[in-house]
């Protein structure tokens, strides 16, 4: 979100949002390094394909739209912006790579990337979204999504990280509280070609994110749980870790 960006950086956020917005950053990035660092350490991948596309082509889009003619956003973002967008982009990349180093059955990745792009983009210019509002939401959606589904396709939790399922979920329910309580959230806030609705669809897209994150945190926690107490439970359990 460029106006929410560029609103942290010039101090005009209130304090409690612009706290909530630097804590999701936090999280955020935390949560990705943790899911990063727990695939390498375990040999899996800790974000599927489908996640890996949605936010790669989203933070592929972001670098490149302010600089493409004609302008895909209508003001110039702020430093700050363009180094946040390429730090999640190299760390994305990461996690793509990692996935299609270490699933079973593999998407085209590159393929899927370009599509993903292309995706994206239609959709901003289509729906005149060009602060991203609603473009963002929605990819972080697709990754909520396909975090749960991944969570039941797999028969073994190699790869996946509680911790970076909760740094998610906190993340996520940071910024989008961040953002309500921000003039930038209620009705009047900046979605252009949506003026009368506010972009309504955006809270609904919210609450489903929460929810599906917050499932997918709680479910690994269980899983995890339930997979170490199965281990110790184990004939020579005992013996082995004495």
């Keep these: 979100m460029i106006h929410l960006i560029d609103a942290l950086v010039a101090g005009d956020l209130p304090h409690l949002a612009s706290f909530l917005v630097l804590l999701a950053y936090v999280f955020w990035f935390a949560a990705l390094i943790v899911i990063l660092y727990c695939g390498h350490k375990q040999g899996g991948y800790g974000m599927p394909g489908g996640a890996c596309v949605s936010m790669l082509s989203l933070s592929i889009m972001c670098l490149i739209g302010p600089t493409v003619e004609p302008k895909l956003f209508p003001t110039q973002p702020a430093t700050s912006y363009y ?122 897209v919210y609450f489903v994110t929460i929810y599906l994150l917050l499932a997918y945190a709680i479910q690994l926690t269980k899983r995890r749980r339930a997979a170490t107490a199965d281990r110790a439970a184990m004939p020579g359990a005992a013996a082995e870790g004495s």
Aim: proline share 6%.
């Design 83 to 204: 180094v946040l967008w390429l730090l999640y982009a190299i760390i994305t990349a990461l996690l793509t790579y990692q996935y299609a180093r270490y699933a079973p059955v593999k998407l085209h990745v590159p393929a899927a990337a370009v599509a993903g792009v292309i995706g994206v983009w239609t959709f901003v210019v289509f729906y005149q979204d060009f602060y991203i509002n609603m473009a963002s939401p929605l990819a972080v959606l697709v990754m909520s999504g396909n975090f749960f589904y991944l969570l039941y396709s797999k028969t073994l939790s190699k790869g996946l990280s509680v911790v970076g399922a909760w740094c998610l979920f906190i993340g996520t329910t940071a910024l989008y509280i961040g953002v309500l309580l921000s003039p930038l959230g209620g009705p009047n806030g900046p979605y252009p070609g949506h003026v009368e609705t506010g972009y309504a669809l955006v809270y609904y």
